[in-house]
């Protein structure tokens, strides 16, 4: 699964390449790679027709392609899954190709992806603390790879959090013995774990 360093590295790429191209047309080979889309496949291909594509975004392992046209501000949401991949270049139809939008360049942007876990999804922008985020990805913080992260407010945060406020946490020491579930006995028969 692509975790946030390589996502970051998705998004800079998609961004060097596309911001100021135009979407021209979609084409969805996979339904279930746009799952998350309420009109599926041909409500998908509908958003993006003629969007242009003014930047880019990620929080967590979401990446977005900001696209402005006739609908307003929306973003073109992409979710890598386990295996999924964004290419750039002409269409040769790879076995996993789920989706493939044709830029006005004549370029085309494909969705590679083997177990089908990832997918596209349009959606609105909404404003939080002055970005403006998809609607599904605006609940998630801002990480350390985030160029407007803020170490200092986390740290004060976190100084000012107390072990009561903390109380509903669940987060325990880890220790290989604490992945033991099954009760065991000890030579002598006694339980290690309490008896069962």
């Known amino acids: 699964m692509p975790e946030l360093p390589e996502v970051e590295v998705v998004r800079r790429g998609l961004h ?3 911001v ?3 979407i ?3 084409l969805v080979y996979h339904e279930r790679a746009v799952r998350r889309q309420s009109g599926g496949a041909v409500e998908l291909a509908g958003l993006l027709a003629g969007q242009q594509i003014s930047g880019t975004g990620r929080r967590g392992k979401y990446l977005w392609l900001t696209l402005e046209g006739s609908s307003g501000a929306q973003a073109l949401v992409v979710h890598l899954g386990m295996s999924g991949q964004m290419l750039i270049g002409p269409i040769s139809r ?6 493939a939008a044709t830029l006005d360049d004549g370029s085309v942007l494909s969705f590679v992806d083997q177990r089908t876990f990832g997918g596209w999804m349009v959606t609105d922008l909404v404003t939080v603390d002055g970005s403006e985020l998809p609607e599904p990805v605006a609940h998630i913080a801002r990480d350390p790879l985030d160029e407007l992260f803020e170490v200092g407010a986390v740290v004060t945060r976190l100084r000012g959090s107390t072990p009561r406020s903390n109380a509903h946490c669940s987060i325990k020491r880890w220790s290989p013995a604490s992945e033991i579930s099954t009760p065991m006995k000890l030579s002598g028969g006694r339980g290690c774990m309490g008896d069962a």
Do not use: D, E, F, Y
Request: charged share 15%.
């Open 24 to 26: 021209a047309s979609t």
């Open 94 to 99: 790879p076995q996993h190709l789920r989706i």
């Open 16 to 18: 060097h390449h596309l």
């Open 20 to 22: 100021g191209k135009t």
